[in-house]
């Protein structure tokens, strides 16, 4: 028999009567927990504070992250953002880095993943040429391409967020000019599963063909 909590509609009440009340985190459960998982959707990691707009279990933070972050300054040794940061424009963008930076403690790292616009492009001309990609391998040159400029999923209109398109894709150079306006330093390309801090190497192997490996230090 199913959990309650495993349906849709639970959770996603379970995330609107949680949101963003500070009153309900009970931090108690997490307190010794020096690493924010942000955006962490349906995959949230063990020895993390898992942070994600709508509740599943293992979100241990319901909260919107275009508000400011439930946390004190220099809170954390790391964070780790994951196919989220595409979701804001750059002006949003701005607002939630700077609040990264708060939350990091003194040389701390920010490990962020996002949809690399370069890689989709190089991939759209391999096509072109006949050549072979690595990605999904379902879909058509254009297709794959315009699969990272999407403005939302039909489908998260029945998940009870609206806002859930792409709304910039960064190359290297976009991410490390937002990330350096935030107050960041030490910007640096990285690759999947490498990086200057071991648990913050948690990343998706398999979204490795699109993604974009950038860490900061505060």
Not at 5 to 20: E, F, I
Not at 70 to 83: I, L, S, Y
Not at 105 to 115: E, N, T
Request: glycine share 6%; with cysteine; aromatic share 12%.
């Amino acid at each position: 028999m199913r959990k309650l909590t495993s349906y849709m509609k639970v959770q996603a009440l379970l995330g609107d009567l949680l949101r963003n009340r500070r009153g309900l985190l009970k931090s108690e459960s997490w307190r010794e927990r020096r690493f924010l998982n942000l955006g962490c959707g349906p995959f949230p990691e063990e020895g993390f504070v898992n942070l994600d707009y709508r509740w599943r279990p293992g979100i241990d933070v319901v909260w919107d992250v275009l508000r400011p972050l439930p946390f004190p300054d220099n809170r954390f040794d790391g964070v780790f953002t994951e196919h989220c940061l595409e979701h804001f424009d750059l002006n949003q963008l701005s607002g939630v880095l700077r609040e990264i930076h708060r939350i990091l403690a003194p040389s701390g790292v920010l490990r962020l993943v996002v949809p690399d616009l370069a890689k989709y492009a190089e991939a759209y001309v391999a096509r072109q040429r006949g050549e072979s990609v690595a990605d999904d391998g379902k879909l058509s040159t254009a297709e794959a391409f315009n699969r990272v400029f999407y403005s939302g999923h039909v489908w998260m209109s029945r998940s009870r967020w609206w806002n859930d398109g792409h709304h910039f894709i960064h190359d290297f150079e976009s991410m490390s000019d937002v990330l350096s306006r935030a107050g960041f330093t030490d910007i640096r390309r990285c690759e999947v599963k490498m990086g200057a801090l071991p648990e913050l190497l948690v990343d998706r192997e398999d979204q490795a063909w699109e993604s974009l490996y950038v860490e900061a230090r505060k």
